[in-house]
């Protein structure tokens, strides 16, 4: 604030999102004394058994409290904690943020959504071999955006020859209008929540296996050639505005992925 103030005499911005306060998974405050102080650079580069419990010998705990500590440690993290990467932080954080009136931080599901980054990659990469990456076979059709926009009631529009793309291209626009609800509300659980059920269990879960039949069309006709393209040009689409709706929330593996 002081820094734009000096610099442009404006204020950098005019709102503040405060947070809950970030507790254990049991709800208890971190503290030092009580040798329960989750350290997020531990949490994104992995950290072993042997140093968590060195780390608190090396401490000033109470002996009472460095036995409970110890003992806590080798029930949560027996195999220490495993690298989550910043990214699966982040979202985690994020996705707790609608707990309640405190943020009760469980490490354990910060590396489900680590694996949930894996996925991420392992289904783009296999979205693009269905574009010929590599040959330069694809290139996008145009998509007009009210391809996108749902029937009337809500539905897939009907206009849309493939089913599974039409049913794509809707729930591509349910969760981009959602996105933009929940973040102009600072509804940061509920986004986050919202993209990723349209990354793992529309486009990933669903889709991709849906259109695997048309992929493997024989090209050297038209009509199969046009259809491919088509369900090609779909897929590309839910990838760009997947990755950017994703983006704010899992900013470097969407950024790679997008490049």
Not at 93 to 105: A, K
Request: proline share 4%; hydrophobic share 40%; aromatic share 10%.
């Amino acid at each position: 604030v002081m820094c734009s103030l000096q610099l442009t005499g404006k204020l950098p911005f005019t709102e503040v999102y405060l947070h809950a306060m970030v507790r254990d998974k049991y709800g208890r405050k971190m503290s030092k004394s009580l040798g329960n102080v989750i350290d997020p650079l531990e949490v994104i580069h992995g950290v072993s058994l042997d140093d968590l419990q060195a780390k608190l010998k090396s401490g000033n705990l109470d002996p009472k409290e460095l036995d409970k500590a110890m003992k806590n440690n080798e029930t949560e993290y027996k195999d220490g904690i495993v690298e989550c990467g910043s990214d699966a932080l982040r979202f985690g954080l994020l996705i707790f943020s609608g707990q309640g009136s405190d943020v009760n931080l469980d490490v354990n599901r910060v590396a489900a959504y680590s694996r949930f980054c894996n996925k991420l990659w392992n289904a783009t990469r296999f979205a693009i071999s269905y574009m010929g990456a590599g040959g330069g076979l694809f290139r996008p059709g145009a998509l007009p955006v009210a391809l996108c926009l749902t029937a009337p009631g809500g539905g897939p529009r009907a206009d849309i020859a493939c089913l599974p793309d039409a049913w794509i291209l809707s729930r591509l626009a349910l969760v981009t209008e959602q996105m933009d609800t929940y973040l102009k509300q600072y509804l940061f659980s509920d986004a986050a929540q919202a993209i990723y059920r349209f990354w793992y269990n529309e486009l990933c879960d669903v889709y991709l296996e849906s259109i695997k039949p048309i992929m493997q069309l024989d090209s050297s006709t038209i009509a199969n050639a046009a259809t491919k393209h088509a369900t090609q040009t779909v897929l590309h689409t839910c990838l760009h505005y997947g990755l950017r709706l994703l983006h704010p929330f899992m900013p470097f593996v969407t950024e790679e992925l997008f490049q």
